[in-house]
Every structure is written in structure tokens, then in C-alpha cells.
């Protein structure tokens, strides 16, 4: 059974940082593709950023390029995703996904697997 657990959510100024942590458990973690999605209060849940099996290959939303990073520790089964310069409207529960594909993909529909979530919440 692949067990997710995020860690590192908080509250943050805007244009402060926080970096969220997802410990992988269960199967083998290098083989594939890891993913951060997030839901605000009464909107849909949507990606984030993903990175492929190898950290080679990253997607990102437009709305959080240049600001997250996603990166993977595949020794450690352990994906990060660093957040820069949040703004209020990041303000979410950031949640931990992959699933059977080892490619990057943005689709929900790709993941199977997720964590309980981490909350991020950023003032102005």
C-alpha cells in the first residue's frame, strides 16, 4: 500500500517562502512520477507542479513558475516542492500525488495515490 505524508505547510507572509516535504512509502519510489496539487476553500483541486521518475522532467502551472520548484530525492523517497515569493492566492491544502506512470503528467487522472494534505496559508 503507497503511503504519502506531506509535511512543512504553514502560515507565511506574502512574498515569504516555505518548503513542503512528501515522504513515500510502500513501493519502490524511483520508478515513478511524483506531483503537487492543491485545493483552495471552495475551489477545485488543481495541479501544481510534477516531476518525472528520474527528476529530469518538470511541469509546472503558469501561475507558479519561476516562484516553485519541485525536486525529488530518490534515496531518500522523498519529493520537495519549494515555494518563493507566495502570494495570498496560494493559500491552499497542498497535497502529495503519483501514481503507475513515470512520466510528469498534469492530469489528475494520472495519480492514484495522495496524502492527507499540508496547509498553506499566506497573509497579506
Known amino acids: 500500500q503507497v503511503q504519502l505524508i506531506e509535511s512543512g505547510g504553514g502560515l507565511v507572509q506574502a512574498g515569504g517562502s516555505l518548503r513542503l516535504s512528501c515522504a513515500a512509502s510502500?513501493?519502490?519510489?524511483?520508478?515513478?512520477?511524483m506531483a503537487w496539487f492543491r485545493q483552495a476553500p471552495g475551489k477545485e483541486r488543481e495541479f501544481v507542479a510534477a516531476?518525472?521518475?528520474?527528476?529530469?522532467?518538470?511541469n509546472y502551472i503558469d501561475s507558479v513558475k519561476g516562484r516553485f520548484t519541485i525536486s525529488r530525492d530518490n534515496a531518500e523517497s522523498t519529493v520537495s516542492l519549494q515555494m518563493n515569493s507566495l502570494k495570498p492566492e496560494d493559500t491552499a491544502i497542498y497535497y502529495c500525488?503519483?501514481?503507475?506512470?513515470?512520466?510528469?503528467?498534469?492530469?489528475?487522472?494520472?495519480?492514484?495515490?495522495w496524502g492527507q494534505g499540508t496547509q498553506v496559508t499566506v497573509s497579506s
Open positions: 500525488a503519483t501514481g503507475t506512470s513515470s512520466y510528469a503528467n498534469i492530469g489528475p487522472h494520472h495519480y492514484h495515490y
Open positions: 510502500g513501493r519502490t519510489f524511483g520508478g515513478y512520477a
Open positions: 516531476i518525472d521518475w528520474s527528476g529530469g522532467s518538470t
